[in-house]
């Protein structure tokens, strides 16, 4: 049989982390004389810090030098950690600690493919670190997602060919990377948004043991 493997996303996938990032995002947009809406924050999903920091200051109609910016990246970064640092197992989403540990007992391979440079730390906070085969975060990349480099560097510490990865995703930013890198994309969340996915589930409470290995076979 051929090997299959699945490639998570983090935020919104395992853990809901992108409340923590709004907030972060919203202090340092009244920081900066504006406000920041939830539905605003939409557009952050699935890109990196340094475009989230771009779409922000676009939203807000503000114009910062290269030195600002960074400064910026580093308080918001500061502050989200803070938020991070207080979260426990009870905040991974419905029915992934079930599935990630059966993965694991059936020796089916899994990576995390997440563009969060923290996700590291976060893994380790939720105690799910040493479960996964592998992890490709923002720290490993040079592009971010819609770009299919996450994915296929996932797929390549799997050992497996792109064709045989189902990577699980909650933006359409990262649907649009495993469609390009060849992969079975399955979407969690808005049926519309997420239209590209060759499946798309309401919550990954309908990530079931049973609709993955069926997936897998």
Known sequence: MTKKAIIFDLD????????????????????????????????????????????????????????????????????????????????????????????????????????????RLILETLDLLNLFDAIVDGNDVSTAKPDPEVFLIAAQKLGVEPDNCIVIEDAQAGVEAANKANMLSVGIGDKEILKEADYVLNSTAELTIDFLQKLID
């Open 12 to 119: 919104g996938v395992i853990v809901d982390t992108a409340k923590y990032h709004y907030l972060a995002w919203r202090e340092l947009a009244i920081q900066l004389g504006f406000d920041f809406s939830e539905a605003q924050n939409e557009q952050l999903k699935g890109v990196s810090r340094v475009r989230s920091l771009e779409i922000l200051l676009d939203i807000g109609n503000v114009q910062l030098e290269e030195e600002q910016k960074t400064k910026l990246l580093i308080e918001k970064n500061a502050q989200y950690l803070e938020y991070i640092a207080e979260m426990d197992h009870t905040e991974i989403l419905p029915g992934i600690d079930d599935v990630l540990h059966y993965l694991k007992l059936n020796k089916i391979p899994f990576s995390l493919g997440s563009a969060s440079k923290n996700a």
